[in-house]
């Protein structure tokens, strides 16, 4: 079994918060009640958009281990309008701290058609505009993209994950989630 799930802003991506004793924060628990089933990968509670939840633990593997290079793709709401210097960095990798990143994809884009409200909204500076990227990786290092953008000066100010290999959020509000197939 494999599920498309549209996680919310604030959503742990995980059954259960073991992280603090009487803790409300919510987790999958409040929108998932599939027995058997696990998050393939991590989407981080600032983050929304597509997690892929899975009963199969080679599937499970096969998306979520770097070594597997499943392309995932986001969309980033970033502080300030990147140049194409700046973009090009993301195309030949970046120096983290960690490492060297792999190449990505990134193209500007307009703000992708039929996005939903975050609550909380996100903070606006008026005098520091902002922009959409589309960035598609193919590794997992911890808060990869927005380590990413902040490498090159554009802080992200939302991180939408919209599609994870051929699998896409399309047709899920946040919260909601369907059985896909198997690819």
């Not at 259960?16 to 991590?42: F, M, N, W």
């Not at 975050?118 to 380590?147: A, F, H, M, T």
Request: charged content about 30%.
């Amino acid at each position: 079994m494999l599920i498309a799930f549209n996680k919310p802003y604030g959503v742990l991506s995980q059954f259960t918060d073991k992280g603090t004793a009487g803790s409300t924060r919510p987790t999958l628990s409040a929108y998932i009640d599939v027995p058997g089933v696990y998050p393939a990968g991590r989407l981080d509670r600032d983050s929304e958009g597509l997690l892929l939840l899975t009963d199969d633990g080679k599937l499970q593997a096969r998306i979520a281990e770097p070594k597997h290079k499943m392309e995932k793709t986001y969309w980033a709401q970033v502080e300030g309008l990147p140049d194409e210097a700046a973009l090009q960095a993301f195309r030949t990798g970046l120096d983290l701290k960690d490492g060297h990143t792999r190449p990505a994809r990134v193209a500007l884009i307009d703000e992708p058609p039929g996005l939903w409200e975050r609550d909380p909204p996100i903070r606006y500076r008026k005098s520091v505009p902002d922009c959409w990227l589309e960035i598609s990786i193919s590794e997992g290092k911890n808060r990869q993209v927005r380590r990413m953008t902040a490498a090159i000066g554009h802080p992200t100010l939302r991180l939408i994950r919209c599609s994870i290999g051929d699998w896409t959020l399309d047709g899920l509000k946040p919260g909601e989630w369907r059985a896909v197939d198997v690819s």
